[in-house]
């Protein structure tokens, strides 16, 4: 699938700076579905073009998946995922082009409020609800549209028109703007969004429509679509956008974790983790190491200290932790080539991705309570099964050491984020689960100050296979 952006005017040669990649550089990006390659087919003073071009592997999405639910084999392995505009794009721009649509550029940083006219292009958009609903949602958010339909086949003209537009978009705005309004309308008009949909969603679109979506006349239907027709999220998403309480999920989930720290401070569990995880890889003689769900990127930075880990690798869902963590470890020092030994990844581990496979050992350090319950069957694939690393370290908090905490609560989790946090049985029962379904041997070992009755307030299961 492809999409191109256009800038002309005073601003026209910033896109680079504005999307972070150099116009002299074709760059690829590995993606969980495929790969991202950002290139530029036109770069003058008066009007540069920037070029996301997404190659998507059908069979990789299927392959491995019993169960489907997205219908019947050949449906699975012949169908327009490789070409067509759909959620995989949103994806790869949040993953590719992830501080332009966050409005930041560290550069030229008044570049990113700036108007600039631009002109993006989507060469084939599914579009359930034709042109006129094409028009109806870019419309009202001030852009021209063009809308071309497809044949089917241009060789057999008798068979028509397809289902999919050639789509041009032409608007003065902010970057960020236009991209915003892509990155949440392409799914609408696909009506098919590939991934599970759950409460994150929510904040996505709230996030995403902060601003313009509250009042556009097709509010219903694009909150309706974007949550895969889950009426619930679709009403708990437009209250919110009605109220106004559009959050940025990346600072709410900072301002958490700050609170978090400020609990277990006390007793320096964070610096406890982080050393008991690192001295559990390297006793288990790991030289390769995936941090799943890295955050700012501490744990990584202990481990790089360790010359027998030769590769590191961490992955988080947020890009702004990511950008930290990369300040955090110096990855753009020298010119902003890449450490040889550490690389960062913007994806989920809750979906097979191969950038995650063939790694000695894996690290979950307070990853698995930020999850749903049901989701953990998803990890559980994702990493036990697919990726299957020798070891994996995982740590999440004890509920029963809570009352410990002076500035905690009675019956409050130490995160607002968290969605559950186990006693001592509830987490061996299920390590002991889940490395009895996937051919493991698990460990337990306590983190921090150990009380007789109420155990430590980190609990940490280490799996070898």
Excluded at 135 to 150: D, H, K, S
Excluded at 250 to 278: G, N
Excluded at 320 to 335: F, P, T, Y
Aim: net charge negative.
């Amino acid at each position: 699938m492809l999409f191109t952006l256009r800038a002309t005017g005073p601003h026209a040669s910033g896109l680079g700076f504005l999307l972070h990649k150099h116009p002299d550089k074709l760059q690829t990006f590995p993606l969980a579905f495929g790969r991202a390659h950002v290139f530029y087919p036109e770069a003058a003073a008066e009007a540069v073009t920037a070029a996301l071009l997404v190659d998507l592997d059908p069979v990789a999405l299927v392959r491995g998946r019993p169960g489907s639910s997205e219908g019947g084999l050949v449906d699975q392995y012949v169908n327009d995922r490789p070409y067509a505009a759909s959620s995989f794009l949103s994806v790869a721009i949040a993953q590719v082009l992830g501080s332009a649509l966050a409005g930041r550029c560290k550069d030229r940083p008044e570049l990113a409020q700036a108007s600039i006219p631009l002109e993006a292009t989507l060469s084939a958009v599914p579009c359930r609800g034709g042109a006129t609903l094409l028009r109806a949602l870019f419309e009202p958010l001030g852009y021209e549209v063009t809308a071309t339909r497809l044949p089917l086949d241009e060789r057999f003209p008798a068979w028509g028109e397809g289902a999919h537009h050639d789509v041009r978009l032409r608007k003065a705005c902010p970057l960020s703007e236009l991209l915003s309004h892509v990155y949440v309308l392409v799914p609408v008009l696909d009506d098919d969004k590939h991934y599970w949909v759950g409460d994150d969603e929510v904040e996505k679109l709230v996030y995403h429509g902060e601003g313009w979506l509250a009042t556009h006349p097709e509010k219903e239907l694009i909150a309706r679509r974007y949550l895969k027709h889950r009426g619930r999220l679709a009403r708990a998403a437009l209250d919110r956008l009605v109220s106004g309480e559009a959050k940025d999920p990346d600072a709410e989930a900072e301002a958490h974790a700050e609170e978090e720290a400020a609990i277990e401070a006390p007793v320096r569990l964070d610096e406890a983790r982080i050393e008991a995880v690192a001295r559990a890889l390297s006793d288990e003689g790991a030289t390769s190491v995936v941090d799943l769900g890295c955050g700012e990127g501490k744990l990584l930075a202990k481990l790089v200290r360790n010359r027998a880990i030769t590769r590191l690798v961490g992955l988080d869902v947020s890009q702004r932790v990511l950008d930290v963590a990369s300040e955090r470890l110096k990855l753009d020092r020298h010119g902003g080539r890449k450490s040889e030994r550490i690389e960062l990844l913007h994806g989920s581990l809750l979906y097979r991705d191969a950038r995650l496979s063939g790694f000695d050992a894996a690290a979950l350090v307070e990853v698995i309570e930020h999850l749903e319950l049901p989701r953990l069957g998803a990890l559980e694939r994702s990493v036990f099964e697919h990726a299957r690393p020798r070891v994996v370290v995982v740590t999440t908090p004890n509920v029963e050491y809570n009352v410990v905490f002076p500035s905690l609560p009675a019956g409050h989790m130490r995160h607002k984020d968290h969605r559950f946090e186990w006693t001592r049985a509830e987490f061996e029962a299920w390590a002991r689960g889940v490395a009895e379904r996937n051919g493991y041997a698990v460990r337990f070992a306590p983190i921090g100050p150990v009380d007789e009755t109420l155990g430590s307030p980190t609990q940490m299961a280490v799996f070898s296979r």
